[in-house]
């Protein structure tokens, strides 16, 4: 079965402390997709970041940066220096190739609050 | 390029109506899925649609349907509305099936009374 686990369901920091936010997923296909989705208080999910699973190389794009292991079936997600503007809720998300990737399996989210 | 537009954005019915909720995918994207928002079930796969063609279905009752026309536009429609069907609505569009990103609608948010 696929899964995806989220388990902070919120995170308060102050700014410019660094947090990650934790993912950890479960599927049999081979083939699959991870993503990383932010949805502040509008309402529109703005995508992050997609990884293939036959590339664990970590990336690094700006103060976000996020780090793949299959071995342990986790994708975090670190932000490094946070900022007031970080704060929203941040999905985590698997599609699999059996599915043509079409449909996104969601985390319940992590709720992340940057106190100035 | 102008990205996922949803119409209406709000929307107030009652139990027993039916809706229907409108999706303009990005241009050249031939893929729209649905998906509902929920504070309890958090978001769900409802159905995705390729070249006028479901192509793959999430588990909701025959109540929830939707279609997709030749301009890759698509519609949601939700019959016999209940309580429980207060959610935001999502659409995202995609170029093509397999490992395109699905980009997000700002959604319809629907409160049924």
């Known amino acids: 079965a696929q899964k995806v686990t989220q388990a902070q369901t919120e995170i308060s920091v102050v700014e410019k402390e660094d947090v990650t936010l934790d993912c950890v997923y479960e599927t049999r296909d081979t083939t699959y997709y991870l993503f990383w989705y932010k949805q502040p208080p509008s309402g529109e999910l703005v995508f992050l970041i997609r990884?293939?699973?036959?590339?664990?190389q970590n990336e690094i794009s700006g103060r976000y940066s996020w780090n793949f292991q299959k071995s342990t079936s986790s994708f975090n997600f670190t932000i490094t220096a946070s900022q007031v503007v970080d704060s929203a809720v941040y999905f985590c998300a698997l599609s699999e190739a059996r599915n043509q990737g079409g449909k996104l399996i969601f985390g319940q989210g992590t709720e992340l609050s940057v106190k100035p | 390029k102008a990205g996922v537009t949803q119409t209406p954005r709000y929307l107030i019915k009652t139990r027993g109506q039916q809706v229907t909720l409108s999706c303009s995918p990005i241009?050249?994207?031939?893929?729209v899925s649905w998906y509902q928002q929920t504070p309890g079930q958090g978001l769900q796969f409802l159905f995705e649609y390729f070249s006028e063609t479901q192509r793959n279905k999430g588990n909701f009752p025959g109540r929830f349907s939707g279609r997709q026309f030749s301009n890759s536009r698509s519609e949601m429609n939700v019959s016999t509305l209940e309580l429980g069907d207060s959610a935001l609505y999502l659409c995202?569009?995609?170029?093509?099936?397999?490992?395109?990103?699905?980009?997000f609608g700002p959604g319809t948010r629907l409160t049924v009374l």
């Open positions: 990884r293939n699973s036959f590339d664990e």
């Open positions: 241009s050249g994207h031939r893929s």
């Open positions: 995202a569009s995609r170029r093509r099936e397999g490992t395109d990103t699905q980009y």
